[in-house]
């Protein structure tokens, strides 16, 4: 049996009355987080050692008796932006994330239950604890076991996450084949079959309208009523950008892993390097702008949401995503295995000074990391098989799968 989860977004139609509750409680997570924040911070400064969510919750019990209004909200709501902070220490230790940062007031405003929300679908609303029934707009029908339900403001308006969990049995790949996959930027994603996807680099095409909600936002008086109403409108495209995105990025992934059994990908430590660009003080980087604009375009294209996806759609339908190290990809000849700079003429074009083999470059590095996938399948040299690991785009290090497979 596998578990399958999945999150289900509704947009919220609070009466009045809820969303002075949803504000406040929005308010006191924020509170709490920035406090054990600060803790956490002075903590640090002095040499002590960082409290554990256990120690944070007691914490907690006495925040609570000096702000008496803290008690307003359900208290398992605070004690989830705990274990966010919690969570967020962990990936910022195991090298994941950037460190935990203060949250300011209107980034970031939801809170979340782990329990004690009740779901009638058939009515459209959903019970929130110390709230009431909120009325949803009902686009789709909820599947699984509702386990946490987040609900946040975003663009002025307001949202409900339900996650659910289902238990399946293990599924068998409909396909059988296998593909490779090359990402660029010329061409989002190519695939060793000769399949292609074009980019679409929807903050660009919004590059105009942004702009023009930014200046508008900056003309209006902090927190002020026009300057919310401003803000709202640039967080309004910002979603729409997201959306468009996710869109083509869904279509895409859903088409590759309805294809394929095992998809090979490269190991691009996509957070690795979007900050590799700037550099560091000792280690400035090398060809900052050119890296900077790269990046700018990997993270437009949203290729960490590409693998991400492609990991779990593959992982329902009981296929493989698989990543190996990006070496000589782009240089190695397929059809010989001759491997020099030379073979790669330009950016486009592939061209073997060995045997002559033509063919286009991105086509050429898929094919190459098809077969890195499957030597390191088949348990090839100790060098392919070590250091090999998933994408870390998910922002999760998972063992080496090949130790499963072999
Ligand atoms: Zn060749």
Redesign the pocket.
Known sequence: MKIIRKSFVFQLMPKSVDIHKMKKFCGCCHFVYNKLLEIQKERKKNNLKRLSYFQMNNELIELKKENPWLSEPHSQTLQQSLKDLHRGFQNFYEGRANEPEFHKKGVKESFRFPQGFKLDEDNGRIYLPKIGWVRYRKSRKVTGEPKNVTVRLKGGKWYVAIQTEEQIPDPIPKATSSVGIDMGIARLATLSDGTYYEPRNYLKQYEQALAKANRELARKQKRSQNWFKALHKLQKIYIHVANARKDYLHKITSEISNNHALVVVEDLRITNMSKSASGTVENPGHNVKAKSGLNKSILDQGWGAFFRMLEYKLDWNGGILLAVPPQNTSRT??????VSRE?RKTQARFK??????EENADLVGAMNILRAGHARLACGSESEVSGAVRPTAAGTLREDLSEQLC
Do not use: E, L, R
């Open positions: 000849c397929p059809s010989c295995g001759h073979n073997c000074v060995s045997c002559g083999f």
